[in-house]
């Protein structure tokens, strides 16, 4: 995927597969065995980067990772996702495909350490959670105050719970969400994965969010 490979959609659809490679950093984050968040990230390019290579022995039962191509922001370590904030309540991780060109707004308590307009919505999501006492209802009201943007695809966990969701946008192949559901396993991604072609795979609808609990397996849909 982060080499163009597997996917004809809206941003390579001219120039054709290889010419859209996410090269600008890459990030993970899971769940240990104590059931605490541990993230781990990189400006390197993924495609070259010798240390995704321990990734292979992680064993955990929940993980996000996220291979960034800058729209927003310049290639550093400090804009690489996904993001991470802890408080003394909650610890919260966010990633995020897509370019919002809105002002953002969110509370003086958070310091940016980059440059994204991701990390800016992560912290403007944490802002409205002060107010309003649910997570899928402040996720779906601060993202509703954006409208000019190319596509908002996101993901919003604490590992126990994660919200998953897409905008609607003009680029549907290119900014959507796949996912496949079993008795076993969910997995989500941005494109149908080929080690995972014997299985049934759906698509999120835009203005859709999903909650998935962890050790359930359970999804609970809201609208955006």
């Not at 390197?44 to 960034?68: G, N």
């Not at 440059?115 to 601060?142: K, R």
């Not at 549907?172 to 995972?196: A, R």
Request: aromatic content about 12%; charged content about 20%.
């Amino acid at each position: 995927m982060a080499m163009d490979q597997n996917l004809i959609h809206e941003k390579n659809a001219k120039k054709g597969l290889g010419s859209w490679q996410h090269d600008s950093g890459w990030g993970i984050a899971y769940l240990d065995p104590n059931g605490s968040l541990i993230t781990q990230k990189s400006s390197k390019s993924i495609l070259t980067d010798e240390s995704t290579f321990q990734l292979r022995y992680l064993k955990t039962p929940w993980a996000l990772i996220h291979v960034r191509k800058a729209t927003s922001g310049n290639v550093s370590l400090e804009n690489a996702h996904p993001f991470h904030n802890r408080n003394s309540q909650e610890e919260y991780v966010f990633c995020h495909n897509g370019t919002v060109r809105d002002k953002i707004f969110f509370s003086s308590k958070f310091i940016t350490k980059g440059n994204t307009d991701t990390e800016q919505i992560f912290y403007s999501i944490l802002t409205d959670l002060q107010t309003i006492n649910s997570l899928p209802e402040a996720i779906a009201f601060n993202l509703r105050k954006y409208q000019d943007y190319t596509g908002i695809n996101f993901i919003f966990s604490n590992g126990k719970r994660s919200f998953v969701g897409c905008k609607q946008n003009s680029s549907p192949l290119y900014y959507g969400i796949k996912y496949i559901k079993t008795d076993q396993f969910v997995l989500l991604s941005s494109e149908q994965l080929p080690m995972f072609q014997n299985y049934t795979w759906r698509s999120l609808n835009p203005e859709e969010m999903f909650e998935i609990d962890t050790k359930t397996k359970e999804i609970i849909i809201h609208k955006l």
